[in-house]
């Protein structure tokens, strides 16, 4: 059964950093779109940032534009979200998602596979 799984969230002080990972069990998603979603209490879940299959394209959400990078390691399948210059309302469940195409990015039902999600807290 194809499942993700986040991990390196925790608890960081304004401004400073932290990376998560998603791991995924199959390599049938060496090729697909992967996504990072956020969701704080009372809010919507919301993008964050994308990459494609091969790598080649990627997105941010406008609020973590030249602080947050996506990265994929294919052989691991392995998605990292680098999140720097974190602010309190950075504080969320972050969620690790996998769709086949490179379309329709940012809108959450498009998606097929969800992690569990992992808490980012960001205060002093």
């Known amino acids: 059964q194809e499942q993700l799984v986040e991990s390196g969230g925790g608890l960081v002080q304004p401004g400073g950093s932290l990376t998560l990972s998603c791991a995924a069990s199959e390599h049938t998603f060496d090729s697909y779109t992967m996504a990072w979603f956020r969701q704080a209490p009372g809010k919507e879940r919301e993008f964050v940032a994308a990459?494609?299959?091969?790598?080649?394209?990627?997105a941010f959400a406008d609020s973590v534009k030249g602080r947050f990078t996506i990265s994929r390691d294919n052989a691991k399948i392995t998605v990292n979200l680098q999140m720097n210059l974190l602010k309190p309302e950075d504080t969320a469940v972050y969620y690790c998602?996998?769709?086949?195409?490179?379309?329709?990015?940012?809108?959450?039902?498009?998606?097929?596979?969800w992690g569990q999600g992992t808490q980012v807290t960001v205060s002093s």
């Open positions: 990459i494609s299959g091969t790598g080649g394209n990627t």
């Open positions: 998602a996998a769709r086949r195409y490179y379309i329709g990015i940012e809108i959450p039902r498009v998606y097929d596979y």
